[in-house]
């Protein structure tokens, strides 16, 4: 059976075997000890260990003081184990079993009473920084008499500080306001400099209805900090002074159930769609998507996950939503908004709410008829909760907003293949936008649907699936499924790729919503007729993009008017400004683009040229890659303009051309 021991320094140093107090002799043993428990595990050199017992004045042969110093020490922690001082070249270590030293339980407590935090936890969250704060035992290493480590005192003094405020805040979102107020009292008194303490002190007087008092904190604060340390109160204070100053009501405690969260039975959704098994790769954009759950407390945090068609984007949500979906134990509500769908009926605000009203256990007779009610209704619901809302294929910010909650607790995921700009600009909300696949992650996704064998039998033309896919992750997915066919050859499936002309139709599965032809057309569908022309315009164009003049130039329009068209089809992520000025888009969506011109006559465009039998390069390249020819018709002289970048002169005719 183990024996239990003890090490404090969190207080005056003990050691303790069983309950019993182990003698450590006053002077330099103790200091000798103390000083390798505050880096136990580590090397402490010998001139570290000089330095606590003997200062600036270390004897003569200081080497052999200290190796005296370290028998003695090990003879009294006989009972205890002496082997655990260890000597190593260049000083010495001391080694402890796991939950020996009080200070590292203190610090593994505080992270957890922290994690409970985030995880609003509120009950677990007090019970833990409370069993922390229980290890204070007084001022830590002052009984030592060494300069050198009584240096080292802030810092346990802070991990102290630190369970106090968690327990505090804890305490605080358990409705504890007049127990809170005292302590904080006393603890701002102690420690007047810690700006947290002053945040929790003024929520806790917000919330027990003492506004005034909560701003004469924050003006006491001020006065302070700019008199001693001559500087502002940090942004914590001043948002909450702000909102306290506001009247804000989300910060009303959530341990507070509201009259309408009384009025409605409590349920949990879970809503989430399957998560999809053979995932792969985005692994900064999961790691981006954590990172904002570690943001400032008493916000809605929302995220907006923009992109093009088929490149991924519910399956991130999805598979996210799943990773942190124990963080939220109040439930996943879930709606696909269909702002780019085939029937071009985007999901009604009204209907989503409707519908997220009916999940959270309200009877439909009790549902209000007009949409702010039902959105307030909502908000109301989640008041005090932990929900995560993911809001797929929304069109715009319009059909967002009343579907957003309204106090902290939520997390809002939005995917949609427009930017929705104005939802970072209104709401805070994080942009992420979903870029292709990288070649490895492309490979990596038909490694898993195919197997590594079945790639490596056909290398090279697996080599070039990854490339005709584009890094488009649907592509990808519905030329693996093909591949799987029994009798399926890689080479032949790459062969069909590689025609343009049939490369869409070798991505076609007859299902809508899982072809690539299908899922670019609601993008473009949705578009004004001016920018679907210009859409249909850049399949023509034969380069690997295209500048605001040329744009201009193919499309016969004004520069600025280009620049407002190719402005939106990138919001649209139906195109990419990938310099300033010059505009790409991906091989797949040229290629739609490129049949779409065919289909509908662009190809055919009668366009103008500045002097009798000259045609613009940029028109003659773009028919010659349709697969026209051109041919001259005359017309009336006309000066060209020259704001349009042409340059005519004077009496200069005008050529039409036409494709034939």
């Known amino acids: 059976m183990a024996v239990r021991v003890e090490f404090g320094l969190l207080g005056p140093l003990v050691v303790r075997c069983e309950g019993a107090s182990v003698p450590i002799a006053k002077g330099?043993?103790?200091?000798?000890?103390?000083?390798?428990?505050?880096?136990?595990?580590?090397?402490?050199?010998?001139?570290?260990?000089?330095?606590?017992?003997?200062?600036?004045?270390?004897?003569?042969?200081a080497r052999a003081a200290l190796h005296n110093q370290i028998r003695r020490l090990r003879d009294a922690l006989d009972g205890v184990g002496r082997d655990r001082i260890l000597t190593q070249p260049g000083g010495y270590l001391?080694?402890?079993e796991p939950g020996e030293l009080d200070v590292i339980r203190m610090q593994d407590l505080l992270a957890d009473a922290r994690a409970a935090a985030r995880a609003r936890e509120w009950d677990r969250a007090s019970a833990i920084a409370a069993d922390a704060v229980l290890l204070w035992r007084g001022e830590p290493l002052a009984d030592l008499g060494s300069e050198a480590l009584t240096r080292r005192s802030p810092y346990l003094t802070e991990i102290y500080l630190q369970a106090v405020e968690t327990r505090l805040e804890a305490g605080l979102n358990l409705g504890r306001h007049a127990d809170v107020t005292s302590e904080?009292?006393?603890?701002?008194?102690?420690?007047p400099f810690r700006e947290h303490a002053y945040a929790l002190l003024m929520l806790a007087l917000y919330r027990s209805g003492s506004q005034g008092e909560a701003l004469a904190v924050y003006q006491a604060a001020r006065r302070l900090l700019a008199g001693e340390l001559g500087c502002e109160p940090g942004p914590e204070l001043q948002r909450l002074h702000q909102r306290i100053l506001e009247g804000d009501r989300q910060?009303?405690?959530?341990?507070?159930?509201?009259?309408?969260?009384?009025?409605?039975?409590?349920?949990?959704?879970?809503?989430?769609?399957a998560a999809i098994g053979q995932f792969t790769g985005r692994a900064r954009e999961l790691r981006a998507l954590t990172g904002m759950l570690d943001g400032p407390a008493g916000t809605v945090v929302i995220s907006a996950i923009a992109g093009a068609a088929g490149i991924g984007k519910t399956a991130l949500a999805v598979q996210w939503a799943h990773q942190v979906a124990d963080?939220?134990?109040?439930g996943q509500l879930y709606v696909n908004l269909r702002g780019f769908h085939p029937s071009g009926k985007p999901v009604p605000a009204a209907a989503a709410v409707r519908g997220f009203l009916e999940a959270l256990g309200v009877q439909a007779e009790r549902i209000p008829a007009d949409l702010d009610a039902q959105a307030r209704l909502y908000r109301s619901l989640l008041s005090g909760r932990r929900m995560f809302v993911l809001l797929d294929n929304a069109r715009d910010e319009?059909?967002?907003?009343?579907?957003?909650?309204?106090?902290?607790?939520?997390?809002?995921?939005v995917t949609s293949r427009c930017q929705l700009s104005g939802l970072v600009a209104a709401e805070g909300a994080h942009a992420l936008t979903l870029g292709l696949?990288?070649?490895?992650?492309?490979?990596?996704?038909?490694?898993?649907?195919?197997?590594?064998?079945?790639?490596?039998?056909?290398?090279?033309?697996?080599?070039?699936?990854?490339?005709?896919?584009?890094?488009?992750?649907?592509?990808?997915?519905i030329a693996a499924a093909r591949a799987a066919?029994?009798?399926?050859?890689?080479?032949?499936?790459?062969?069909?790729?590689?025609?343009?002309?049939?490369?869409?139709?070798?991505?076609?599965t007859g299902d809508p919503s899982v072809s690539v032809r299908a899922v670019f057309s609601w993008s473009v569908d949705n578009l004004p007729a001016r920018q679907t022309r210009m859409f249909r315009l850049l399949g023509l164009h034969p380069g690997p993009d295209i500048a605001i003049p040329a744009a201009a130039s193919l499309a016969g329009t004004p520069p600025a008017q280009a620049r407002g068209d190719l402005r939106e089809l990138a919001r649209a992520h139906l195109i990419s400004e990938h310099v300033p000025g010059r505009y790409a888009m991906h091989d797949l969506l040229r290629a739609y683009a490129a049949e779409q011109g065919r289909q509908f006559g662009e190809a055919d465009v009668v366009q103008k040229s500045f002097t009798p039998g000259q045609v613009s390069p940029t028109i003659r390249l773009c028919t010659r890659a349709a697969g026209c020819a051109l041919a001259r018709v005359s017309v009336r002289p006309r000066r060209w303009p020259r704001k349009y970048g042409h340059g005519g002169s004077a009496g200069s005719p005008w050529t039409r051309w036409a494709s034939t």
């Open 28 to 61: 330099r043993q103790r200091a000798l000890l103390a000083a390798l428990l505050l880096d136990v595990g580590h090397l402490v050199t010998v001139r570290q260990l000089t330095d606590v017992l003997w200062g600036d004045t270390p004897p003569a042969m």
């Open 94 to 96: 001391i080694h402890l």
């Open 184 to 191: 904080l009292r006393r603890l701002i008194a102690e420690h």
């Open 251 to 273: 910060l009303v405690s959530p341990a507070r159930k509201s009259a309408v969260a009384e009025a409605y039975p409590a349920v949990v959704p879970r809503e989430l769609p």
């Open 327 to 330: 963080r939220f134990p109040d």
């Open 398 to 413: 319009e059909q967002v907003r009343p579907l957003l909650p309204g106090g902290p607790g939520c997390l809002v995921l």
């Open 437 to 477: 696949l990288s070649e490895a992650e492309a490979r990596d996704l038909l490694t898993r649907r195919l197997g590594a064998a079945r790639l490596g039998a056909e290398p090279r033309a697996a080599t070039e699936l990854v490339g005709l896919c584009a890094g488009l992750p649907l592509a990808l997915a």
């Open 485 to 508: 066919r029994p009798g399926a050859r890689l080479d032949a499936l790459s062969e069909e790729l590689k025609d343009v002309q049939t490369r869409l139709d070798a991505l076609d």
